[in-house]
């Protein structure tokens, strides 16, 4: 019943950036721990960055990030608008793939196996 639809995907040249946007279905974002990964061509999928809520606070969200991306990408959640984002900045030829957004309810917020729903991903091409 979840429904993810990414976009802003696009062709960047290198240190540029991108806003990713990822539209979920209902109550999706308040009911969900999130994440984006991304799949490059003869790669695996891989995580790049989740977020959930604080142990401080609900209204607190803990972010996550893989090493390759950490101080580059920023993950955030607009809940009155029902949209995950990924802000990504200093963009290199490396961060080409395909990005997804997905949701869990459990399990690790690294493993692709552990996400009960995806969308089905925008394209990001950075040219050097």
């Known amino acids: 019943q979840v429904q993810l639809v990414e976009s802003g995907g696009g062709l960047i040249q290198t240190g540029g950036s991108l806003r990713l946007s990822c539209a979920a279905s209902?109550?999706?974002?308040?009911?969900?721990?999130m994440g984006w990964f991304r799949q490059a061509p003869g790669k695996e999928r891989e995580f790049v960055a989740a977020?959930?809520?604080?142990?401080?606070?609900?209204?607190?969200?803990?972010?996550y990030y893989a090493d390759s991306v950490k101080g580059r990408f920023t993950i955030s959640r607009d809940y009155a608008k029902n949209t995950l984002y990924l802000q990504m900045s200093s963009l290199k030829p490396e961060d080409t793939a395909v990005y997804y957004c997905a949701a869990r309810t459990g399990g690790s917020r690294y493993q692709v196996a552990d996400y009960d729903y995806w969308g089905q991903g925008t394209q990001v091409t950075v040219s050097s």
């Open positions: 977020i959930s809520w604080s142990a401080i606070s609900w209204s607190v969200d803990s972010t």
């Open positions: 209902g109550r999706t974002l308040s009911r969900y721990a």
